[in-house]
């Protein structure tokens, strides 16, 4: 059992003490989901293997009376099995399935294009300590290509991220959570995401009217404001040039299957209207 209630986390911060890293964050909110405190042990990219005593080259870990467990997933199921008096984190094993979908979709379309457009900011927050790490990992994870290069046309690159979140706003246009009602680690895994790219953003990655800001603005709030730490960045301000595509779908989207539940021809009416053409008007 936790002692006094906390539970020892170890961190992965930046030089202004933010946590980076989704999955850190993803194992921050899963330790407050359960009722939990935070015994936070601080530090940064190097350095890890001596602050874990040689059990862990990568965070996240946790210590928990003792115990030491490691990997994000493999914590959430240890806090479920261990403490299943407390708020569920996965419950049914089809939530991990699905929670991992939804993260790997969101590491093609989110993560991997910013990390390019922020990756020398990811760099120069952190300790000066990591920067040569940064360096050298980040160059080779990126085919030996300079960080400064790989950087080079963020501004085409930024808008070009947005429409591809489209999926995510269609589940969340229906959804108050990814958990329903309340937020499950599934949310976790998804807010972790822009936890992340907050940490690193320079400049805002998103428009201020996307429909995932209040998703994003509830998530960041939770736990007295988990995610609204020094040195996080905001998201939203993103000045759209010309030519640039449409952020989101302004209208009714279709990327979550019909707009309206089928309840009979009365509620489907005007989408079978404007998907067939039906009812428009004919050219003067």
Same mark, same amino acid.
């Given at each position: ?14 030089? %202004?003490?933010? &946590? &980076? ?25 190097? *350095?890890?293997?001596?602050? &874990? ?48 979908? /939804? ?20 760099? %120069?927050?952190? @300790? ?13 994870? @990126? ?5 400064? !290069? ?5 501004? !085409?690159? /930024? ?19 990814? *958990? ?14 822009? /936890? ?13 009217? !996307? ?15 988990? *995610?609204?730490?020094?040195?996080? %960045? ?9 030519? !640039? ?8 989207? /279709? ?11 009365? %509620?489907?009416?005007?989408? &079978? $209207? ?9 050219? $003067?």
């Amino acid at each position: 059992m936790a002692k006094d209630n906390k539970i020892t986390f170890f961190d992965l911060n930046h030089e %202004s003490g933010c &946590t &980076t890293s989704p999955f850190v964050w993803a194992t921050k909110y899963a330790i407050k989901h359960k009722g939990f405190d935070l015994d936070v042990v601080p530090g940064g990219f190097t *350095g890890i293997l001596e602050r &874990t005593g040689g059990r862990s080259e990568r965070l996240p870990v946790i210590c928990d009376d003792g115990e030491y467990i490691l990997d994000s997933w493999l914590i959430a199921e240890y806090l479920d099995a261990k403490y299943p008096d407390r708020p569920t984190l996965i419950g049914d094993p089809s939530v991990k399935v699905l929670a991992q979908f /939804l993260e790997t979709w969101l590491w093609k379309t989110a993560i991997s294009p910013w990390m390019t457009c922020y990756i020398l900011q990811y760099r %120069s927050r952190a @300790f000066p300590h990591d920067h040569a790490y940064i360096t050298e990992s980040r160059e080779r994870m @990126f085919g030996n290509r300079k960080l400064e !290069d790989i950087a080079v046309g963020r501004e !085409d690159r /930024l808008p070009k991220v947005l429409p591809e979140l489209e999926l995510l706003r269609g589940l969340l246009g229906q959804h108050k959570w990814l *958990g329903g009602e309340t937020p499950n680690y599934a949310d976790y895994r998804a807010l972790a995401v822009f /936890l992340w790219c907050a940490s690193v953003a320079d400049i805002p990655p998103m428009t201020e009217d !996307d429909p995932l800001r209040d998703w994003i603005d509830r998530g960041f709030d939770l736990y007295g404001g988990l *995610g609204r730490i020094p040195g996080m %960045s905001p998201l939203f301000g993103l000045q759209l040039r010309e030519g !640039d595509p449409e952020p989101f779908a302004k209208g009714p989207s /279709l990327v979550a299957g019909l707009v309206k539940r089928n309840t009979g021809p009365a %509620s489907t009416a005007a989408e &079978t $209207a404007h998907i067939t053409g039906k009812g428009e008007k004919a050219p $003067a």
